[in-house]
Nanobody
Framework: VQLQASGGGLVQAGGSLRLSCAAS????????MGWYRQAPGKERELVAT????????RYADSVKGRFTTSRDNAKNTVDLQMNNLKPEDTAIYYC??????????????WGQGTQVTVSS
Protein backbone atom coordinates (compact mmCIF):
# COMPACT_ATOMS: atom_id res chain seq x y z
CA VAL A 1 0.00 0.00 0.00
CA GLN A 2 1.34 3.40 -0.96
CA LEU A 3 0.21 6.97 -0.56
CA GLN A 4 1.27 9.52 -3.13
CA ALA A 5 0.78 13.15 -2.19
CA SER A 6 0.95 16.13 -4.50
CA GLY A 7 0.46 19.86 -4.23
CA GLY A 8 2.00 22.13 -1.67
CA GLY A 9 4.54 24.85 -2.31
CA LEU A 10 5.11 28.48 -1.42
CA VAL A 11 2.26 30.95 -1.06
CA GLN A 12 1.72 34.35 0.49
CA ALA A 13 -0.45 34.75 3.56
CA GLY A 14 -4.09 34.83 2.58
CA GLY A 15 -3.50 32.61 -0.41
CA SER A 16 -4.72 29.12 -1.19
CA LEU A 17 -3.22 25.74 -1.92
CA ARG A 18 -4.66 22.33 -2.62
CA LEU A 19 -3.11 19.03 -1.58
CA SER A 20 -4.07 15.73 -3.09
CA CYS A 21 -3.29 12.19 -2.02
CA ALA A 22 -3.90 8.93 -3.84
CA ALA A 23 -3.81 5.49 -2.27
CA SER A 24 -2.72 2.47 -4.25
CA UNK A 25 -2.21 -1.18 -3.49
CA UNK A 26 -4.36 -3.91 -2.07
CA UNK A 27 -6.62 -3.31 0.88
CA UNK A 28 -10.06 -4.65 1.63
CA UNK A 29 -11.48 -1.51 3.15
CA UNK A 30 -10.42 2.10 3.45
CA UNK A 31 -11.49 3.45 6.83
CA UNK A 32 -10.04 6.92 7.23
CA MET A 33 -7.99 9.26 5.07
CA GLY A 34 -6.65 12.63 5.99
CA TRP A 35 -3.81 14.98 6.66
CA TYR A 36 -1.38 15.68 9.45
CA ARG A 37 1.35 18.27 9.59
CA GLN A 38 4.62 18.81 11.37
CA ALA A 39 6.27 22.17 11.79
CA PRO A 40 9.96 22.48 12.72
CA GLY A 41 10.49 21.71 16.37
CA LYS A 42 6.91 20.61 16.87
CA GLU A 43 5.10 17.30 17.05
CA ARG A 44 3.02 15.99 14.22
CA GLU A 45 -0.57 17.12 14.57
CA LEU A 46 -3.87 16.28 12.97
CA VAL A 47 -5.12 18.75 10.38
CA ALA A 48 -8.17 17.05 8.93
CA THR A 49 -9.45 13.52 8.56
CA UNK A 50 -12.47 12.05 6.87
CA UNK A 51 -14.15 8.76 7.61
CA UNK A 52 -14.63 7.41 4.14
CA UNK A 53 -17.40 5.03 5.19
CA UNK A 54 -19.74 7.59 6.75
CA UNK A 55 -18.33 10.71 5.06
CA UNK A 56 -17.69 12.45 8.35
CA UNK A 57 -14.84 14.98 8.56
CA ARG A 58 -12.92 16.24 11.57
CA TYR A 59 -10.70 19.31 11.67
CA ALA A 60 -8.16 20.85 13.98
CA ASP A 61 -9.53 23.98 15.62
CA SER A 62 -6.76 26.02 14.05
CA VAL A 63 -7.94 25.27 10.51
CA LYS A 64 -11.71 25.16 10.91
CA GLY A 65 -13.42 27.46 8.45
CA ARG A 66 -10.30 27.69 6.28
CA PHE A 67 -9.50 24.13 5.26
CA THR A 68 -11.82 21.61 3.66
CA THR A 69 -11.11 17.94 3.07
CA SER A 70 -12.91 15.81 0.53
CA ARG A 71 -12.56 12.27 -0.72
CA ASP A 72 -13.34 10.19 -3.75
CA ASN A 73 -13.92 6.63 -2.67
CA ALA A 74 -13.94 5.32 -6.20
CA LYS A 75 -10.46 6.69 -6.83
CA ASN A 76 -9.17 6.26 -3.26
CA THR A 77 -8.10 9.88 -3.10
CA VAL A 78 -8.36 12.61 -0.51
CA ASP A 79 -7.86 16.32 -1.08
CA LEU A 80 -7.21 19.20 1.26
CA GLN A 81 -8.26 22.64 0.10
CA MET A 82 -6.46 25.26 2.16
CA ASN A 83 -7.74 28.82 2.01
CA ASN A 84 -6.71 31.98 3.83
CA LEU A 85 -3.36 30.44 4.66
CA LYS A 86 -1.36 31.85 7.53
CA PRO A 87 2.37 31.73 8.26
CA GLU A 88 1.65 29.37 11.14
CA ASP A 89 0.33 26.84 8.61
CA THR A 90 3.89 26.38 7.39
CA ALA A 91 4.80 22.73 7.86
CA ILE A 92 5.36 19.43 6.14
CA TYR A 93 1.98 17.94 5.42
CA TYR A 94 1.57 14.17 5.52
CA CYS A 95 -1.20 12.16 3.96
CA UNK A 96 -2.54 9.43 6.24
CA UNK A 97 -4.69 6.41 5.67
CA UNK A 98 -6.12 3.74 7.91
CA UNK A 99 -7.15 0.67 5.95
CA UNK A 100 -8.11 -2.91 6.56
CA UNK A 101 -5.84 -5.53 5.05
CA UNK A 102 -8.29 -8.40 5.07
CA UNK A 103 -7.86 -10.76 8.03
CA UNK A 104 -4.64 -9.00 9.03
CA UNK A 105 -6.62 -6.13 10.51
CA UNK A 106 -6.42 -2.36 10.29
CA UNK A 107 -3.17 -0.53 9.62
CA UNK A 108 -1.95 3.04 9.33
CA UNK A 109 -0.06 4.26 6.29
CA TRP A 110 1.74 7.54 5.63
CA GLY A 111 2.68 9.46 2.53
CA GLN A 112 6.09 10.98 1.96
CA GLY A 113 5.17 14.48 3.08
CA THR A 114 4.86 17.67 1.10
CA GLN A 115 6.14 21.08 2.14
CA VAL A 116 3.75 23.99 2.57
CA THR A 117 5.35 27.37 3.19
CA VAL A 118 3.31 30.49 3.85
CA SER A 119 5.15 33.80 3.73
CA SER A 120 3.97 36.84 5.64
Amino acid sequence: VQLQASGGGLVQAGGSLRLSCAASGKFSRLNVMGWYRQAPGKERELVATINTRIDSARYADSVKGRFTTSRDNAKNTVDLQMNNLKPEDTAIYYCHMNARLGVLGDYNFWGQGTQVTVSS
